[in-house]
């Protein structure tokens, strides 16, 4: 099952960030400004922000097994469809409709994970799902390059969305809801993976304001914001500083900005091990998921800032993987407190917290042209790096050893 979920992940990723690598190729040739692009890039992640509560709540009624297969069938239409593009509205549009669809994966894999793992398990598998993800995302940048250099990027993108169509079948056929559904789970593994309580109510108006009013959302929602603006960076302007600040081509910037995503899928696969490892031997939360994370968030940091000084491609590269790496080992934490802190809530917690998360993503692909603009590239890495240590404030507030309906402003005023 947590193979399905990652092979999940790899694929959305896949169709989601290799705009990044052929984006200045798609500008050239439709005539489009930087700032036209900036628009057909953000607006994936600003419907995919939109979207994560209602699709979230469609996840919940269909169940995983029919509701990926959908989402995935979806953005994989979306995606082929930029191959059609003559200009602005159409790139646009299927930019718009593959944020749309893909907006109720991860709700709806964090509700799997709650379902088929156990307390001390969650993190590996969030690890998992974050790293293949990246993978998805490395390899598209990698292999993005070359095919658009020997075919084109209408050919490319085409290739991209036939990829989701055929995962959607296979998913749909070997995937399932829960363990006691699947005819391969014997009653030992029930034992360990424990009883699931039923997420009832989960959508009454008490459940959103007890979510909604407790500092611990705003925290958890912070952190979220700062890595997926910083983490975006790789998917959307990094190959484009590197052709225009290194003086690197096209497919060798390919090549150089999937060493990011390749240092995340490590990161992430490590780090869940790491946060289920210190729970295990601790029994502490807060030090396993919050003190993994913010420290994993400040060497992040230290690396960024490291690679503003050093002008040659490569070893920037290599600096700024190093901090991927580093950040993506508190990846898996942010997935696993949503699901520890969640209670019966978690699709709720988690859309939310994804939501702003991509809201972040948006605003920082919005922001780079005028930031380069007015001060040019470097100060767009200055930043880049300055939200990996607020990220790391904000996991310094965050007590994950209760849940966020405990500690909120509503249940304190209840008598």
Known sequence: MLAGLCLAASVAYLCRNSIGVAESTIRDELGLSEVGMSWVMSSFFLAYALAQIPTGWLGNIWGSRRAIPIFAISWSLATAAMSFA???????????????????????????????????????????????????????????????????????????????????????????????????????????????????????SSAWQSVYLSPATWWICGQQFCRAAGQIFFSTWFATYLQETRDVSVETSGFLNSLPLVGIVTGSLLGGAVSDFVLVRTGHRRLARSGVAMLSMLSCAAFVFAAYFIQDALPAVIAISLG??????????????????????????????????????????????????????????????????????????INPQTTVMEQSFLRRQTP
């Open 86 to 204: 003559a200009g602005m509205p159409l790139l646009l549009g299927s930019r718009i409709g593959s944020g749309l669809a893909q907006a109720g994966l991860f709700p709806a894999c964090t509700t799997t994970i709650k379902a088929w793992f156990p307390d001390t398990r969650r993190a590996f598998s969030a690890g998992a799902l974050s790293g293949f993800m990246s993978l998805g995302g490395a390899i598209g940048v990698a292999i993005t390059g070359m095919l658009v250099v020997r075919f084109g990027w209408r050919p490319t993108f085409a290739i991209y969305g036939g990829v989701g169509i055929v995962f959607a079948g296979a998913f749909y056929m070997l995937f399932r809801d829960t363990p006691m559904q699947h005819p391969k789970v014997n009653d030992a593994e029930l034992a360990l993976i424990g009883q699931r309580e039923d997420a009832q109510d989960e959508h009454h």
């Open 324 to 397: 991927s790496f580093c950040a993506a080992i508190g990846g898996p934490c942010s997935y696993t407190v949503s699901i520890d802190m969640g209670g019966k809530h978690t699709a709720i917690l988690f859309a939310t917290m994804n939501m702003v998360g991509n809201l972040g993503a948006f605003t920082f692909i919005r922001v780079v042209p005028e930031i380069t603009r007015a001060l040019g590239w470097d100060a767009v890495l200055v930043l880049f790096g300055l939200f990996y240590v607020v990220a790391a404030l904000f996991w310094l507030l």
